[in-house]
Every structure is written in C-alpha cells, then in structure tokens.
C-alpha cells in the first residue's frame, strides 16, 4: 500500500499492491492517515471479488463471490464504529460481458489494480450506533 498525500494534508490517493486484500490496505490507509471521518472513492480492478448483501430476515451478510473483475464503482465513508474507525464500502463490480454485482464489501477482495480516494471531513466524526430492530450499527437520525 503507497499513499499520496495532498499537501494540506486532508486528502490522499492510495495505491494497492497486487494481491493485497482491499480491506486490509485500506484499513492500514485509514490508520496511517489517521482517519476517523472521511469519504471514500475507490477504481481498479479486483483478482478476486467479494461482495454482501445484507439480508433483514437474518441480519446476516450474504456472500457473492467473483473472479477477475473491474470496479465500476466503489463508494464509502470512515466513521467511528465500537470506538475505532470503520470502512463502510459499497461496490459495483463488472465482469467480461459488462454483467455487473454489487454490494458490501467484504474481507477476501484481492487487489489486481486498486486506486482510491480518502478526503478527511473536518469536525466530530460520526459515531455508528446499534438502531433496535435493525441489527446493523448506523449514524443515529434525528
């Protein structure tokens, strides 16, 4: 994992290693930067993808799994989540016909090219809380 960082210091492009799990460097990004709120872009190409989708009847994450894919789309935030930062990631994944999967990703995305985008937001971070009858941590509304 390679960081580029913008000279104020709020933003940075990072590069993975091929191979690399996506979570993994991300979070190694995350800690590096020392991040707790921000956004999240994120393009490449994956050797192998892993996406979920989170079912309400089970509270579970159900796992889709690919092979070599590109990222169409990948799209997060860094937020506070039982008292550390969290990459919460969505990603559309397009395979060789243009057929496309989307979801949470999951740990088991093996970076083929990964290039991402952190922009840090200034202010208090916002703090993931368990909503009753969700069986999900999310930012509290009103």
Same mark, same amino acid.
């Given at each position: 994992? &390679?960081?580029?960082?913008?000279?104020? *210091? &709020?933003?940075?492009?990072? /590069?993975?290693?091929?191979?690399?799990?996506? @979570?993994?460097?991300?979070?190694?990004? =995350?800690?590096?930067? &020392?991040?707790?709120?921000?956004?999240?872009?994120?393009?490449?190409?994956?050797?192998? *993808?892993?996406?979920?989708?989170?079912?309400?009847?089970?509270?579970?994450?159900?796992?889709?799994?690919? *092979?070599?894919?590109?990222?169409? /789309?990948? @799209?997060?935030?860094?937020?506070?989540?039982?008292?550390?930062?969290?990459?919460?990631?969505?990603?559309?994944?397009?395979?060789?016909?243009?057929?496309?999967?989307?979801?949470?990703?999951?740990?088991?995305?093996?970076?083929?090219?990964?290039?991402?985008?952190?922009?840090?937001?200034?202010?208090?971070?916002? =703090?993931?809380?368990?909503?009753?009858?969700?069986?999900?941590?999310?930012?509290? *509304? &009103?």
């Amino acid at each position: 994992m &390679k960081t580029y960082r913008s000279q104020d *210091g &709020k933003a940075a492009f990072v /590069s993975l290693e091929r191979g690399e799990d996506l @979570l993994d460097g991300l979070n190694r990004a =995350v800690e590096e930067m &020392k991040l707790e709120a921000a956004t999240l872009q994120v393009i490449g190409g994956l050797e192998q *993808g892993r996406v979920g989708y989170f079912d309400p009847e089970t509270s579970e994450y159900v796992p889709i799994e690919t *092979g070599h894919v590109e990222i169409a /789309s990948g @799209l997060g935030n860094v937020s506070i989540r039982d008292g550390e930062p969290f990459i919460h990631l969505h990603l559309v994944l397009s395979g060789r016909d243009g057929s496309a999967v989307g979801g949470h990703a999951m740990e088991g995305c093996r970076a083929f090219v990964v290039e991402a985008y952190f922009r840090r937001l200034d202010g208090p971070a916002p =703090v993931r809380q368990e909503i009753p009858g969700m069986a999900l941590k999310v930012w509290p *509304g &009103k």
